[in-house]
C-alpha cells in the first residue's frame, strides 16, 4: 500500500472518527477484537529497516519502501543552527563515528535530559555542516553484527531529504518530535521548525502523508494549533510523559483519559506489552486497542523487532538473545485485536505478516 491506498481508507476512517461509528463503542469494548478505524493496518518502517541497516539513514528508510513500508518514521532532533535531522536520541556517540573524530573531542559533555543523565556529543552543539562529516553506525552490534558491514557508508540525514525521498517513492512520514520541551528551554524549538517545513512542503492537511507523534502531551495540543495534520500521542507502559502534562501513561489509557487524548490527537501508539495481559503462562488481550477505538483513536503500537531479546516470551526461540523468534506469530496475534498499523524495525515481515493477515479477513 502506498499513499494513494491511504489516502483511499482516510476518507472511510475520519467518518467512522466523527461520529458514524458512535454507537460501536460498547460493542467494540466487548468484543475480543476491536474493528479497525483504518484498513487495512499501515506498517511503519521505524527508524527505516533499521533490522537490515543502521538506523535512521537514507540507506535504511531506502529499504523499508523498497520492503512494501507504507510509512518511515524518522526521530528529530535539531542542530546548532536549527536544522531537523533523523536521530533517535540527540546524543549521538552510538549512532554516529563522532568519537573518532579529534576536532570534536572537546565537544564530549554531560547533559540532564528529562530527568536522565548522559554523557557525550549532542546535536544540539554541532552545525549540519558538521554533523555531514559524520558517519552512521549500527547502534546494536552485538545483536546486529550484519549491519555493521554499513557502518561508515552513510551520513546523517535532514527532514528535507527524508520529504524528498518520501515524496519521490510515495511514502508517508511518522516523525517524532523528541524532547520538545528540553529543547525549547535551550532556545531550540522544534515544533514551528517543523509545522513550517511540513507546510513548505504542501503537507498540512488531515489528508497530508504525515502523522506527528510525541511522548509529550503539551506539544500535541501546541501542535494541533499549528496545524492540521494527524497527531499521534505516544504512551508507555511505565511512567509519565516528560513535560508533566499528566500524571502517569496509565492514566491516560483508562476509558477517561483515551477520551482526553481524543480531543487533541488522531491516534495512540502504546507499547506494544500494553496490549496484552500476563496471566500464568499464557496471556490473553487487555482491552487497550478496543478502548481507543470507542474514544475514536485509531492505535499503532511499538515496536516490533524480531531478536530474542525484544519479542514476547511467547514468540521466543530457543538461542542466544540475537536470534530471531517469531516476530511475524507475535505481529499477528497484535493483527487480530484490531490495530490500525504497528512500528517494525522489519517492514518486509511486517508487509508479508500484514498482507497474510488482511488475505484471511477477506476469504
Known amino acids: 500500500m502506498r499513499f494513494i491506498s491511504l489516502r483511499m481508507t482516510l476518507t472511510a476512517a475520519l467518518l467512522l472518527a466523527s461520529g458514524h461509528a458512535a454507537g460501536q463503542g460498547a460493542r467494540m469494548t466487548a468484543a475480543p477484537a476491536s474493528p479497525r478505524l483504518s484498513s487495512p493496518p499501515i506498517v511503519i518502517a521505524h527508524r527505516g529497516a533499521s533490522g537490515e541497516r543502521p538506523e535512521h539513514t537514507l540507506a535504511s528508510y531506502t529499504r523499508a519502501i523498497e520492503q512494501g513500508a507504507d510509512v518511515i518514521e524518522p526521530d528529530l532532533v535539531p542542530t546548532k543552527d536549527d536544522v531537523l535531522v533523523a536521530r533517535h536520541e540527540n546524543e549521538i556517540s552510538e549512532t554516529t563515528d563522532v568519537a573518532d573524530h579529534a576536532e570534536f573531542a572537546a565537544r564530549r559533555t554531560t547533559r540532564i535530559i528529562d530527568g536522565q543523565t548522559l554523557t557525550g556529543w549532542f546535536t544540539e552543539d554541532f552545525t549540519l555542516a558538521e554533523l555531514k562529516t559524520l558517519r552512521a553506525k549500527e547502534r546494536l552490534p552485538q545483536l546486529r553484527a550484519a549491519n555493521t558491514a554499513f557502518d561508515g557508508q552513510e551520513t546523517i540525514p535532514t527532514l528535507a531529504e527524508i520529504i524528498a525521498l518520501a515524496k519521490a517513492r510515495g511514502v508517508a512520514i511518522y516523525p517524532e518530535t523528541k524532547h520538545p520541551t528540553y529543547f525549547a528551554r535551550i532556545g531550540h524549538p522544534t515544533d514551528r521548525l517543523l509545522v513550517d517545513q511540513l507546510k513548505a512542503a504542501g503537507w498540512d492537511g488531515a489528508d497530508a502523508p504525515v502523522f506527528i507523534q510525541s511522548f509529550e502531551v503539551d506539544n500535541l495540543k501546541r501542535l494541533k494549533t499549528l496545524t492540521r495534520v494527524r497527531l499521534i500521542q505516544l504512551v508507555a507502559a511505565a511512567g509519565a510523559p516528560a513535560d508533566g502534562a ?100 522489519f517492514p518486509a515481515i511486517g508487509v508479508a505478516t500484514r498482507d497474510g493477515h488482511v488475505a484471511r479477513e477477506n476469504e
Not at 280 to 291: E, F, I, S, Y
Not at 299 to 327: I, Q, S
Open 246 to 345: 499528566a500524571v502517569s501513561y496509565a492514566a491516560m489509557v483508562t476509558p477517561a483519559g483515551l477520551r482526553e487524548v481524543a480531543r487533541y490527537a488522531w491516534g495512540i501508539g502504546p507499547d506494544k506489552a500494553m496490549l496484552w495481559q500476563i496471566r500464568g503462562q499464557g496471556d490473553a488481550p487487555t482491552t487497550l486497542v478496543a478502548d481507543a477505538h470507542a474514544a475514536g483513536l485509531r492505535v499503532h503500537p511499538w515496536t516490533y523487532r524480531a531478536e530474542n531479546v525484544f519479542v514476547r516470551a511467547p514468540f521466543r526461540r530457543v538461542g542466544e538473545p540475537h536470534v530471531h523468534g517469531d516476530v511475524a506469530g507475535e505481529m499477528a496475534a497484535a493483527l487480530t485485536q484490531g490495530i490500525d498499523g504497528f512500528f517494525t524495525d
